[in-house]
């Protein structure tokens, strides 16, 4: 079985031992990290004595489904998608990344919280080494080490792009951080600058003047579409 299989136990049982608060059949991750746990094979119903009331819960990354214990109940179910590196990259030579310590813990905590990448809680910055990018000396983006399951492999979290509205300087600012992990990790970049570029020009267009001076044909999508579909078919683009 790959450490990567059962990331949070393999992290557990390995390098961040350190930062368990619960030993034995069941294991998990001291809260104020994040709310991740797990359990040996067979010995799930160890799970709930993890929990530490009512209103607590633990979070489970695994390859096969795990039933609640007695007494306990599942909120929600989500898929997962791991993408591992197979290797080295050039890294991006950006000036404004900077690393981040202990007096930007609040400002991490407000962004993490705002764009809600993943839990965040009061020792999260303390998983690993985080960088960051400021815009006018306000922290607009970053990412950092969390779980290491095994020597060489440590997880690279990161806020997201925003899912609102915002100055276009802060959306640039996220879209050089996220080609920064992107160097890093390999993993396409959710925002390029390329697209973030783009998205400060006004690309619209009216085809008033096309039609008035040359008669430009206004045909309706639905024919528009079946005309293309026959051209690509009787042109031999199309099999079956």
């Known amino acids: 079985m790959s450490p990567l299989d059962r990331p949070v136990w393999s992290a557990l049982h390995g390098a961040q031992a350190h930062l368990a608060v619960a030993s034995g059949d069941a294991v998990r991750i001291d809260p104020a990290y994040g709310p991740f746990a797990a359990a040996a094979r067979g010995a799930e119903d160890a799970l709930a004595a993890a929990l530490r009331g009512p209103d607590d819960e633990i979070w489970l990354i695994e390859t096969e489904a795990v039933a609640a214990p007695p007494g306990c109940r599942v909120v929600r179910v989500a898929p997962l998608v791991q993408l591992v590196s ?11 990344i900077e690393p981040l310590g202990e007096g930007d813990a609040a400002e991490m905590a407000a962004l993490a919280l705002a764009n809600q990448p993943g839990p965040w809680g009061p020792a999260t910055h303390h998983y690993g080494a985080f960088y960051g ?8 983006a970053m990412a950092g080490e969390r779980m290491r399951p095994a020597p060489g492999l440590a997880e690279v979290s990161g806020v997201p792009a925003p899912k609102r509205k915002v100055p276009w300087a802060v959306a640039m600012a996220a879209a050089y951080a996220n080609e920064a992990f992107s160097a890093v990790t390999g993993i396409p970049p959710k925002a390029p600058l ?5 998205s400060g020009y006004k690309m619209w267009f009216s085809p008033a003047k096309a039609i008035r001076e040359l008669g430009l044909p206004q045909t309706p999508p639905r ?13 031999g683009y199309v099999r079956g």
């Open 223 to 235: 024919q528009a579409f079946a005309d293309a579909a026959a051209w690509f078919r009787d042109n």
């Open 86 to 96: 197979q290797g080295l990259v050039p890294a991006l030579g950006h000036d404004d």
């Open 133 to 140: 990018i400021r815009r006018d000396g306000a922290l607009v």
């Open 194 to 198: 390329a697209g973030v570029r783009m």
